[in-house]
């Protein structure tokens, strides 16, 4: 069976058609208060303090090329989950749905999965697999910044969206830095 770093390379190969080659990874994420029209928060979502956020069941992994992650995923957003790295946030989609799947890491402590979130540009491709082994490909569209209390990140617009975020700048608790990816691929492994 092909290692987790050659099927990306191979995801990243065929898909290089489909990646925007652009910038430096030092573009400049801007300060973002309020969300785009047509998003809307799902019923589903489970509030971070919720019971359901604390289980930390290996539901997949995470794998971002582009800054050398490759983690596994668990579920919910309690601060005790995502000590143990990537975290899925309970009551948003599924990875491959349509709809916002959340996960939350750390940048400077424990693990830090998402120490170089920041260095993360449109056309990065994020693959996501859940616990049977299905590949979801995202490809980055966009990062901002938002205060701490921005739980609009969680809503949902429809379309299958990938959300990353963080505590920003690395070591504080000031902000959350924001990547957002589309869903461009999905794949059962072999």
Known sequence: MPTARVRIGVVVAL??????????????????????????????????????????????????????????LRSGVALDVIDQGPAHWVGTAQPGQSGNVVVAGHRSTHSAPF????????????????????????????TFIVTPDAIWITYDNGEPTLTLFACHPRGSLAQRIVVRAELVAGRPLA
């Not at 030092?26 to 489970?46: D, I, K, Y």
């Not at 994020?126 to 590949?135: K, L, Q, T």
């Open 15 to 72: 898909l290089g058609a489909l990646v925007f080659v652009g910038g430096s990874h030092a573009a400049a994420a801007e300060l973002v208060t309020e969300p785009e029209e047509g998003w809307f928060p799902l019923p589903s979502r489970q509030a971070s303090g919720d019971a359901e956020q604390s289980t930390g069941a290996l539901i997949g992994s995470v794998s971002i090329p582009a800054i050398g992650v490759e983690e596994s």
């Open 115 to 142: 120490r170089d979130l920041d260095r993360l540009t449109a056309g990065d491709i994020v693959v996501v697999s859940d616990a049977a082994g299905f590949e979801m490909i995202y490809r980055v569209t966009e």
